[in-house]
């Protein structure tokens, strides 16, 4: 998929939109949350995604030994987009 240019900056704001909390325990992925990216760099707010997945998923928490993990991703990079690979 290649755009032209003129749809360049919808392509950037559609990289902003798919941001991802994903949570891991061990090597299981348990949810993947979508972001809005202009709100990540605000106070709390992945804070409150990561406290209501630990409260979801209490019981299950507490069968492992390790915590869970948070990564926040990008599936869908801009130069990906931008050259037309998925």
Do not use: T, W
């Not at 992945?46 to 990008?74: A, D, M």
């Amino acid at each position: 998929m290649v755009l032209p240019a003129n749809q360049k900056s919808s392509c950037f704001v559609l990289q902003f939109a798919s941001m991802q909390l994903m949570m891991y325990i061990g090597n299981d992925l348990i949810e993947v949350v979508p972001l809005e990216h202009e709100n990540i760099p605000k106070p709390g707010y992945l804070g409150s995604f990561k406290r209501n997945l630990k409260l979801k998923y209490q019981e299950l928490i507490q069968q492992f030994s390790e915590p869970p993990e948070f990564l926040v991703i990008n599936p869908f990079p801009l130069s990906k987009l931008a050259s037309g690979s998925h």
